[in-house]
Structure formats: C-alpha cells, structure tokens
C-alpha cells in the first residue's frame, strides 16, 4: 500500500501550513473552515470527507467539495455540494462513492469564497497487498501536553491510515486531573456534560494545527473509550458522573455520543442504536481489522479495590476474585463475541495472514506491584498535597490484583477468555492494537500455557503518563511489570507517544515514537523500543526485540 512521500505532503499544502502555524504558536485564521478537515472509515469504493463549516452568527453554510487524483486538482474525479447547519453544530459528512480500490486521493471544500486546507486520504485495497503503514494512538490530553505526537504524523513518510483507540476529548474541566497541573485551561472550565459543553471541548482541540494536520495526513479510523463521555463508563453510568450535580447518565450519555459522531470522521451507525460503532475492515488479502465497541452497548459495572474489596485478608481477596470472575459479566456481549469470530472465520477464508483487533483497553493480564515499597515518602507528600489521602491508594497494591486496569479486560476475564478461545482457533496470526493505561507495552497473550496472540499497546499522546501522575519517575516499575508478570515483555510506565506499525505478509513490525518534552511548545520525538514478530508454521514467532 505506497504512500505519499513526505515532500509532497509538505509541499502540496496538506501539512505545511498548519504544522507552520504550529512553530509559530499561532492559532488558524477565522475563517469559514478553521477547524480544518479529515477522512475517515475508508471503504475500497468509498471514503468519509468531514470539515466544520461555520460563519458569525452561525447561519447556514452553502458550500461546495471536490475530490481529485492528484494534489494539484487537474483531475476532479468527484464533485458535490453541503449545507452546513446549526443541527450538526455546522459540521459536514459526505460520503464520497465511486472511488477505486488502493488508491491516493485529495480533498477539500469551498464556501464564501474560500478553500479549505487540502487532505489527503486513500481507499482500502483489494487483492493482493504486501504492506500495511499505520500509527496507532490513544489518549489526547490537550489541558496537559502539547500535540507534538500529531505533528509527528503529518510527517510521516508513508501513512495508510491512523487508528485512534480512544479518549480522544477528556472530559474534565480546567484543573480536573488533581494530581498534574494543566498548560492550557478547558473549554467550556467545567466539565463536559451537556451537548453545548461536548460540542465546545472538540472545537477547542480542533483548532490545534498539529491535529488538523494530522487528520489531513491519512484517513482515520477511531473507536470512542470513556473520555469520549465520563470517566470509567459503562452502560449505566460512569465514575466520573454525579446525577446530583450532573442530571441523568442517559442524556449525558446521548449528548456526547451525538457531539461524538458530529465531530468525527466515522459513519453514523445504521439503525436506532446510536452506539452500534463496531466495525471491520478488510486490507486486501493481508489483513484484517476489527473494532469492537466496549463501552455502551454491554460493559457492566466496573469492580474498583476500593468498592468492591472489604480488606486485605485471603479471604476478602478470595472473595475479590470470586466477583471478578463472575461469568456473566460483560465488556463487550455476546452479540458482538458472535461477531468477532464471524469475522474471524471470514479472515481465515479469505486467506488474510494477519487479524488486527483494535481495543480501546489493554488486554493483556497484569497486576500491580507493591507500590508502598516503591515511592519516596517526598513524592507521597507531593501526591497527598495535589489530592489529599491519595497515597493510600497505594496500600491496595501488593495483593496480586489489577488496580488502575479493572475497567481493561482484566476487569472481565470471562468474557476475555471467550475472545481468547476465539483468537486460538484463528488460522491468521493475532496483533491486539490497543491504548488507555498511559503506558507503553509490548505484550504476549496466553491462553494457558499456550501463547494465542501478541500485543502492541500505545501510551498517552501528549501526557501525563501514569508514572508521572504517581510521581514514580525514579521507580523500575514498567521492569517489575515486565518481571511479574507472564503476559508483559516491556512496559514504559514514563512514555509518551504513538506506535508506528508496519505490516508485511511475513512480519509485523513496531516502533514507539517518544515525545521528548511533552508539556514544552517545542519539542523532539525518538524511537524509544522496536520489535517484530513474524509468521511461523505453528504460530507468530512472538515479539523479538530489535
């Protein structure tokens, strides 16, 4: 699947502008398109186009898109008209059809005169393909850490296509995340909970440059985890929703979903169920990606230590246990288990050696260390002095249980299994592209003693990572991950950044890209970990390091 070279990117005005505007510390020009455009969900006839057009006094817009087959627009090959109106807070969806499998296009709008910035974007293949480029990235905290992980896209020499997992707004308001300070204040300064504040959150992350530039660099594909919406959500509610303070979960729930699909690049589901966004896509007869959706349409409550743990004898934990494995409990349903293995036998029939399982969690299992040994009675003060009493938190780890990680799969091992039994039965080789934790990890998943799938999971794209909010900076604590526990390779509790990932019919290979500074207006990114697993006889070689 050839990309476009970094040079004409740069040059044909796709990333240039922004990315300058980004050196500069400027912020895009008012302008009936200042938010930008992207593509998203690619079919191998067809692409979603979206941009936000939008003038004073929020009348609606009548405009105009073009599609070509080169940057120059010498050859048009689609053509339409929009209305944007207040209804979908001025954004605009088309839905391009006709286009050919495989292949780079460029788009872009007009209105009141106007053009707005070229975007680049590419059709799925069919037939056969020999290689694969996507950046996987999760986590974009824009209160906390400047979008250099998005300029690193828009940079990138050759993109296919970049997978968001999740949390692609957070919720909080200004000084919401106690325990690091924010660089920039949120808008609207409270929470997101009504559609006015969820709507006005993504238009504030929208006017970043490096964003813009990254959506123009490639289509995207994005699943929603619990930033989208609350904190630790589910289909009844959400550990960070007070219905006190905060009005019924139901209509907070729809009005960040529908802020949700007004500012994404993703099709509206088909049907009344709103939340129906699991999806699959077909790489020609390389590979196989598939999105399940994990948090509205059948996660049950999430287990917390501090909820559902009533001490620290064997017994109090053996009863923690006994609740966590409850069989019945769901992330995902079995409607959409039943899915994934009819996606998985059609894989296998088309002779695809690579099934990509997008998680918007980590999946695989792993227990938090005794973190009371770990951290410096200075760095506690300085936890307890951002939050009062947070440090005991501490006191729950050492237990052999999951902590922080009770809202990934290790929350639901039943069903888990259920999905693991799935991936051992594949004849295509399984990768797990997953996010959340904050984190950067290269994982082997088993199933027994028998290892049935490997995993890639990206930290944060701006920060804080997890070891920077525990104030562990001077702790081994991704090492004694690693040590601890079977499924861990490599854990980075101090990352920030993106994976880089390249898929050929006999490897699969990853990079994590580091941010250097995340919180300074300028800064490096480097390679911090490489590794490859390659197709066998048997089954995937697991991760090598390189």
């Known amino acids: 699947m050839p990309g476009i070279d970094r040079r004409t990117v740069l040059a044909g005005g796709i990333a240039g502008t922004a990315l300058a505007a980004t050196a500069r510390g400027a912020t895009p020009q008012a302008t009936p398109f200042e938010y930008g455009v992207a593509s998203g969900d690619p079919g191998t006839d067809r692409m979603l186009l979206w941009t936000r057009a939008r003038r004073t006094g929020g009348r609606p817009v009548d405009g105009a898109w073009q599609v070509a087959s080169d940057a120059a627009f010498g050859s048009i090959v689609a053509q339409g008209t929009f209305c944007a109106t207040g209804a979908t807070d001025h954004t605009v969806k088309v839905d391009v059809a006709g286009l050919i499998p495989g292949t780079d296009y460029w788009y872009r709008f007009t209105a009141d005169g106007v053009t707005s910035p070229i975007g680049r974007t590419r059709t799925l293949p069919t037939g056969s393909l020999d290689r694969l480029d996507i950046v996987l990235a999760c986590c974009a905290m824009y209160t906390q850490g400047e979008f250099h992980a998005y300029r690193a896209i828009a940079e990138r020499p050759t993109l296919d296509l970049v997978l968001f997992v999740g949390d692609y707004i ?10 690091a300070p924010d660089i920039r204040p949120a808008e609207p300064s409270g929470d997101a909970v009504t559609l006015s504040d969820y709507r006005t959150r993504y238009a504030q992350w929208h006017r970043d440059p490096a964003l813009q530039a990254a959506h123009a660099r490639a289509p995207w594909i994005c699943m929603w985890d619990d930033h989208e919406i609350a ?5 009844g509610g959400a550990q960070h929703h007070d219905p006190a303070s905060q009005g019924p979960w139901e209509a907070r729930k ?13 099709r509206d589901p088909q049907g009344p169920d709103r939340h129906a966004i699991n999806r699959t896509y077909a790489f020609g007869d390389l590979a196989t990606l598939v999105l399940p959706e994990t948090r509205l349409e059948a996660r049950d409550r999430p287990l917390t230590l501090t909820g559902n743990l009533h001490g620290r004898t064997p017994s109090d934990i053996a009863a923690f246990r006994h609740l966590l494995a409850d069989p019945d409990r769901r992330m995902i349903g079995q409607a959409q288990v039943e899915w994934l293995g009819r996606s998985i036998e059609e894989t296998d029939a088309a002779g695809r050696p690579w099934l990509l399982f997008g998680s918007p ?23 307890d002095a951002r939050r009062p009493g947070f440090s005991e938190v501490f006191k729950q780890t050492g237990l052999g249980l999951p902590l922080f990680n009770l809202d990934s799969w290790d929350g639901y091992p039943a069903e888990r299994d259920r999905v693991h039994e799935l991936f051992e039965r594949a004849k295509a080789d399984v990768v797990v592209l997953s996010g959340d934790s904050h984190m950067a990890w290269v994982n082997e998943l088993h199933r027994g003693d028998r290892r049935i799938a490997v995993e890639v999971s990206a930290s944060t794209l701006t920060g804080p990572s997890m070891g920077d909010l525990l104030h562990l900076e001077d702790t081994a604590l991704g090492a004694v991950f690693a040590r601890e526990n079977d499924d861990v390779l490599w854990c980075d509790h101090l990352a920030v950044g993106i994976v880089a990932l390249s898929v050929t019919r006999d490897a699969v290979e990853a990079q994590f890209l580091s941010v250097d500074e995340p919180r300074a207006r300028n800064s490096g990114m480097a390679v911090a970990k490489r590794v ?15």
């Open 170 to 179: 957070y919720e909080y308001g200004t000084g919401g995340i106690r325990l």
């Open 231 to 235: 904190n630790d959500d589910w289909t």
């Open 254 to 266: 729809a009005a960040a979903v529908r802020a949700y699909l007004e500012w994404m690049p993703i």
């Open 361 to 383: 969690t980590i999946m695989a299992r792993y227990v938090y260390p005794d973190l009371n040994a770990m951290i410096s009675l200075d760095a506690r003060a300085a936890l």
């Open 532 to 546: 490859r697993t390659r197709r066998t006889e048997d089954r995937q070689s697991g991760w090598e390091m390189l």
